[in-house]
Nanobody, 126 residues
Framework: QVQLVESGGGLVQAGGSLRLSCAAS????????MGWFRQAPGKEREFVAA????????YYRDSVKGRFTISRDNAKNTLYLQMNSLKPEDTAVYYC???????????????????WGQGTQVTVSS
């Protein structure tokens, strides 16, 4: 069982930056592939970025490549999402999620994730 708690959301102007954090419970954080997802009002939840358990492999949706960076500190059981050059279309509730996978495996399929946080709101004003 893994419990996830996101933080770091807020209101920012277009072009600004935010860093989201996801704190995980448990002693086997490195055995979990982790992902960030987002859901805007009236839209389905969508994949944003994912990291393997080691942190050595990552994957991003096209619209955030070059602007967002996913990283993790396994010693602190924490996942991060650094978001730069934010755009109004990035406005959404952001969720972190976890699923057990091999050390180098990245998981991008929303349906495969077993554990989810409660979400943190990110609002980008124009």
């Amino acid at each position: 069982q893994v419990q996830l708690v996101e933080s770091g959301g807020g209101l920012v102007q277009a072009g600004g930056s935010l860093r989201l954090s996801c704190a995980a419970s448990g002693r086997t954080f490195s055995s979990y592939a982790m992902g960030w997802f987002r859901q805007a009002p009236g839209k389905e939840r969508e994949f944003v970025a994912a990291s393997s358990g080691s942190g050595g492999n990552t994957y991003y949706r096209d619209s955030v490549k070059g602007r967002f960076t996913i990283s993790r500190d396994n010693a602190k059981n924490t996942l991060y999402l650094q978001m730069n050059s934010l755009k109004p279309e990035d406005t959404a509730v952001y969720y972190c999620a976890a699923v057990q996978r091999g050390f180098g495996i990245v998981e991008v399929r929303t349906s495969e994730y077993d554990y989810w946080g409660q979400g943190t709101q990110v609002t980008v004003s124009s």
